[in-house]
């Protein structure tokens, strides 16, 4: 009875511990972005063509290849992520308009992207990477906040999220401070291009992983599972392996793969068992080239990791 009584008193310490002790991470800083053209545009293009925060709160049109936005819902949020998809509950998007974060100040929309805890003090289930984002340049963070307060208001009412247990208790575990960096010259393509591919957190999805942490030792070689109505996709190999991943490729190839996706309008229609694709390709095709050939600079800098991958398999 002592040794019950003692592991009753344990556990409800570590619950309680990690459902109110936690997250333990810094309060929301205490600034004002200045609402600038410059930062207002260069938001933009850091939001819908590099971290690509627009792909997940927008609603995507899954009738098409590669799921382009939906005019008018921009950053409206809403897009669900569920068990049937691998995720450890149901988590939806938030609203990123005014008509949401009108009542955030701008210090905690940007704790939110570094570390993961909203206005609430409620950690965030790391669907938004910013276990990456948090690494990035203060100034790039401040831009993207100047653009989200410069969207069009749409009100949507998005349902709350909900972990399953035990990621309910754990997920406050998850928030980070964050370990800011300077952004590299573009003189120095590899070093910059290692920024913009954590910018956009590629290795999040062109990695194995386990319990939902990336293989570091496997890393860009690919092979991801993600649950789609019709099947499974399976992230492709961007390690310089010359036959299982792009070492075969050139920066101009490269690019082009990119830029093959400039008009949504032409993306092909897809039935439900058709091969689709997560990658947001109409948002990451409106990169500028210098920073595509960069990110090709430093993938290309790996060491390569021989997987071959099966990309899609349709459900029977």
């Known amino acids: 009875m002592i040794v019950l009584a003692?592991?009753?008193i344990v556990v409800a310490g570590a619950v309680c511990y990690l459902k109110f002790a936690l997250p333990n991470v810094d309060e929301a800083?205490?600034?004002t972005v200045e609402l600038t053209p410059e930062r207002i545009r260069h938001g933009e293009y850091l939001a819908n063509h590099v971290a690509a925060c627009m792909d997940c709160h927008s609603t995507r049109d899954w009738g098409r290849f590669s799921g382009p936005l939906v005019p008018g819902t921009l950053g409206k949020g809403g897009e669900y992520f569920g068990p049937e998809m691998g995720f450890p509950g149901k988590f939806y998007s938030k609203n990123l308009t005014p008509a949401h974060l009108g009542s955030w100040t701008?210090?905690?929309i940007f704790r939110a992207i570094t570390s993961g805890v909203n206005k609430d003090g409620k950690t965030l289930f790391p669907v938004m990477p910013y276990s990456y984002y948090r690494k990035l340049?203060?100034?790039d963070i401040l831009d993207i906040?100047?653009?989200l307060r410069s969207l069009s208001p749409i009100e949507s009412k998005v349902p709350e999220s909900a972990p399953a247990f035990p990621m309910n208790l754990?997920?406050?575990t998850l928030a980070v401070n964050p370990a800011f960096?300077?952004?590299p010259s573009q003189d120095d393509p590899v070093a910059y291009g290692q920024y913009l591919v954590s910018a956009a957190a590629c290795m999040d999805c062109h990695s194995p992983v386990n319990k939902g942490q990336v293989i570091p030792e496997k890393a860009f070689s690919g092979g991801r599972e993600f649950e789609l109505p019709g099947g499974t996709l399976r992230s492709a190999n961007i390690t310089p392996d010359e036959a299982t991943g792009i070492g075969a490729w050139t920066d101009s190839v490269f690019v082009a793969r990119f830029k093959a996706y400039q008009h949504p309008e032409e993306l092909p229609k897809v039935g439900p068992t058709d091969f689709n694709t997560l990658m947001p390709w109409t948002m990451y095709a409106g990169m500028d080239t210098t920073d595509l050939v960069a990110m090709y600079a430093y993938l290309s800098s790996l060491s390569p990791i021989k997987n071959e991958v099966v990309k899609y398999t349709a459900r029977e």
């Open 29 to 31: 800083p205490d600034l």
């Open 6 to 8: 003692v592991l009753i």
């Open 145 to 147: 906040i100047a653009y």
């Open 137 to 139: 340049d203060r100034k």
């Open 106 to 108: 701008d210090g905690e």
């Open 181 to 183: 960096t300077q952004k």
């Open 170 to 172: 754990l997920i406050n």
